[in-house]
């Protein structure tokens, strides 16, 4: 069975550019999750899909942070402008239809910004 | 909101010692608390989980073991291992839709 597949891996970018990462989730999953994950911290949910509809995204930044889920599958999350505390790894995770609890990270975006 | 505590942020143990880390949280209705290994490079991988029913789960050399009344939790691993080296996370998460809360995580080295 495949992975959560992320892209790009690592991106650098200068603050007040703009980035777009990318998720594909499991076959089949119907929760997806977007964490930041800062240096030595633990993530922090940004926003949570169940198909294509947002259950949580009360920690996502609106102002600048945006993500969508197109037709239940993909999914992509856009900095604009990015700031320089943005810098994080960016998480996929996905769920099962059958709620047994565990999530399945993808390996992650490391974003950098300048 | 629920928040998890986690403590060391780092632990350096023998090859073959015991390690602990441990957690507390503080919403009394989360009822599940998984612990996540995360390897360099890698995103967290679901290494046992427990839920508020039970009290204790063992996995070969990993164990969990949960107080509710105090709000902790903990993770045991034996005979650790060089492979066992890597930064683990405990959370906590309440019934229904409630969004899983990581702990800061704890920077494991195994010395051979």
């Known amino acids: 069975e495949a992975g959560v597949a992320q892209s790009p891996r690592y991106k650098i970018i200068e603050k007040r550019q703009s980035v777009a990462f990318w998720c594909n989730p499991i076959?089949?999953?119907?929760?997806l999750y977007w964490y930041q994950q800062i240096l030595g911290q633990g993530p922090k949910l940004l926003i949570q899909?169940?198909?294509?509809?947002?259950?949580?995204d009360s920690q996502l930044p609106k102002d600048r942070f945006s993500a969508e889920r197109l037709k239940g599958v993909d999914s992509t999350l856009k900095i604009q402008p990015a700031k320089l505390e943005d810098s994080a790894v960016y998480l996929c995770a996905t769920q099962g239809a059958v709620v047994t609890g565990e999530l399945f990270f993808g390996e992650g975006s490391r974003l950098t910004v300048l | 909101g629920e928040n998890v505590e986690q403590h060391p942020s780092t632990l350096s143990v023998q090859e073959g010692d015991s390690a602990v880390i441990k957690c507390t949280y503080s919403?009394?209705?989360?009822?599940?608390f998984p612990w996540y290994k995360q390897e360099l490079g890698k995103g967290p991988q679901l290494i046992i989980d427990i839920r508020s029913n039970v009290g204790e789960k063992k996995d070969q050399r990993i164990a969990v073991t949960l107080n509710k009344t105090a709000k902790h939790f903990s993770l045991h691993i034996t005979e650790t291992q060089p492979e066992d080296s890597a930064v683990y996370f405990c959370?906590?998460?309440?019934?229904?839709?409630?969004?899983?809360?990581f702990g800061q995580g704890t920077r494991l080295t195994i010395n051979p």
């Open positions: 076959s089949g999953h119907a929760t």
């Open positions: 919403d009394s209705a989360s009822n599940y």
């Open positions: 959370a906590a998460k309440g019934q229904g839709a409630q969004k899983l809360v």
């Open positions: 899909f169940q198909n294509n509809g947002v259950v949580d």
